[in-house]
């Protein structure tokens, strides 16, 4: 069972930034693709971004691209979230995942991912 804990969260203008942090309690981190999801009020859990467990493949929903950058650090276990250039549409609770295993297959849904964080708030005025 992996721990994750999510930070960075906050209340940000529209056009701001914010850095979204996660923290794997797991030795073997590096064998888990990461992913981040979000889920605003009265909607479904979607898809944010994922990164391979080497790091050198990412994947961004088209909302987010060019937006967001997801990268992870090894040494730290820990999985970022960079979010600038921030809408009020990306408000919702941001959702860390693990996905045991080196394939990128399914990393888009959330049936792919068996570990998830407690969530952090964002909230984007306008």
């Known amino acids: 069972q992996v721990q994750l804990v999510e930070s960075g969260g906050g209340l940000v203008q529209a056009g701001g930034s914010l850095r979204l942090s996660c923290t794997a309690s797991v030795r073997t981190f590096n064998d888990y693709a990461m992913g981040w999801f979000r889920q605003a009020p009265g909607k479904g859990r979607e898809f944010v971004a994922a990164i391979s467990w080497s790091g050198t493949s990412t994947y961004y929903a088209d909302s987010v691209k060019g937006r967001f950058t997801i990268s992870r650090d090894r040494a730290k276990n820990t999985v970022y979230l960079q979010m600038n250039s921030l809408k009020p549409e990306d408000t919702a609770v941001y959702y860390c995942?693990?996905?045991?295993?080196?394939?990128?297959?399914?990393?888009?849904?959330?049936?792919?991912?068996?570990?998830w964080g407690q969530g952090t708030q964002v909230t984007v005025s306008s």
């Open positions: 995942a693990a996905a045991k295993g080196l394939t990128m297959v399914g990393v888009t849904t959330t049936s792919r991912y068996d570990n």
